[in-house]
């Protein structure tokens, strides 16, 4: 069986709103392997967060393939194979932290154990004193820290972060990542995380660079923790 998680084969994505036409994303081709960490890094309107929603299952591509060949069918993946944190809020807003936590272990069949799990995802990230509070209660990094932990909540093979730490002072966006590797450790988990910041991107093995829409190179680096 093959362990390709995301094949993609010349993906493109146009927007066309009347007699304007964007070209989002402009033949990319790539594939995600189990463990692969990668930056998607580039210019603000390059095609990240839709290279990101493309590779999530959650919009179509307008022209070329992409394919989940170890996941399934696109309307499979989330939330129990492919978990996305989103670059705008994301949070339940009447629901409290841990419930928010909770939302993909109760989309799917299987979850076992869901408190235990939420609290385990919060103390990951260092949230177990937020877990009674209210969305509209945290500050904005806050907020994305409780989108980490409910994307790690469900235990997925491929993790679609869209600026996760950008909210983030230095510091913080460096420990929210140091919380990240140890969770991930020696896991087959993908991790792709766009970002725009050079000390996030330097911590992933792979880089991949958007230009306007274009995937334009894929560099291999070491990765330092
Ligand atoms: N729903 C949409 N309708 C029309 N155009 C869109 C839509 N979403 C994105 N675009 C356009 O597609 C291009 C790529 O946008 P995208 O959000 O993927 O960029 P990005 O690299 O994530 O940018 P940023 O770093 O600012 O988050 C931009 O020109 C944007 O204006
Ligand atoms: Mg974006």
Same mark, same amino acid.
């Given at each position: 069986?093959?362990?390709?998680?995301?094949?993609?084969?010349?993906?493109?994505?146009?927007?066309?709103?009347?007699?304007?036409?964007?070209? &989002?994303?402009?033949? @990319? +081709? $790539?594939? %995600?392997?189990?463990?692969e960490?990668?930056?998607?890094?580039?210019? !603000? =309107?390059c095609?990240?967060?839709?290279?990101?929603?493309?590779?999530?299952?959650?919009?179509?591509?307008?022209?070329?393939?992409?394919?989940?060949?170890?996941?399934?069918?696109?309307?499979?993946?989330?939330?129990?194979?492919?978990?996305?944190?989103?670059?705008?809020?994301?949070?339940?807003e009447?629901?409290?932290?841990?419930e928010n936590?909770?939302?993909?272990?109760?989309?799917?069949?299987?979850?076992?154990?869901?408190?235990?799990?939420v &609290?385990?995802?919060? @103390? +990951? $990230?260092? %949230?177990?004193?937020?877990?009674?509070?209210?969305p509209?209660e945290? !500050? =904005?990094?806050?907020?994305?820290?409780?989108?980490?932990?409910?994307?790690?909540?469900?235990?997925?093979?491929?993790i679609?972060?869209?600026e996760?730490?950008?909210?983030?002072?230095?510091?913080?966006?460096q420990?929210?990542?140091?919380?990240?590797?140890?969770?991930?450790g020696?896991?087959?988990?993908?991790?792709?995380?766009a970002?725009?910041?050079?000390?996030?991107?330097?911590?992933?093995?792979?880089?991949?660079?958007?230009?306007?829409?274009?995937?334009?190179?894929?560099?291999?680096?070491t990765?330092?923790?």
């Amino acid at each position: 069986m093959t362990d390709i998680l995301i094949d993609a084969q010349a993906v493109g994505r146009r927007y066309v709103q009347g007699e304007v036409s964007i070209a &989002a994303v402009v033949s @990319a +081709t $790539f594939r %995600l392997q189990p463990g692969e960490r990668v930056a998607l890094v580039g210019p !603000s =309107g390059c095609g990240k967060s839709t290279l990101l929603h493309l590779m999530a299952g959650l919009d179509t591509p307008t022209s070329g393939k992409i394919e989940w060949p170890a996941l399934g069918g696109a309307d499979s993946l989330r939330p129990e194979k492919i978990a996305m944190v989103f670059q705008a809020p994301s949070l339940l807003e009447p629901l409290t932290v841990s419930e928010n936590v909770a939302v993909p272990l109760l989309m799917m069949d299987s979850a076992r154990d869901i408190d235990k799990r939420v &609290a385990d995802a919060l @103390a +990951t $990230f260092g %949230l177990d004193a937020l877990a009674h509070k209210m969305p509209e209660e945290l !500050s =904005g990094g806050q907020m994305q820290r409780v989108a980490m932990a409910r994307a790690i909540a469900g235990t997925p093979r491929v993790i679609l972060a869209d600026e996760p730490t950008g909210q983030l002072d230095q510091a913080t966006g460096q420990a929210l990542l140091d919380a990240l590797f140890a969770h991930l450790g020696e896991t087959d988990i993908a991790l792709v995380v766009a970002t725009h910041d050079p000390a996030v991107a330097g911590r992933m093995e792979r880089v991949w660079r958007m230009e306007h829409g274009r995937l334009t190179e894929t560099v291999v680096a070491t990765r330092t923790s």
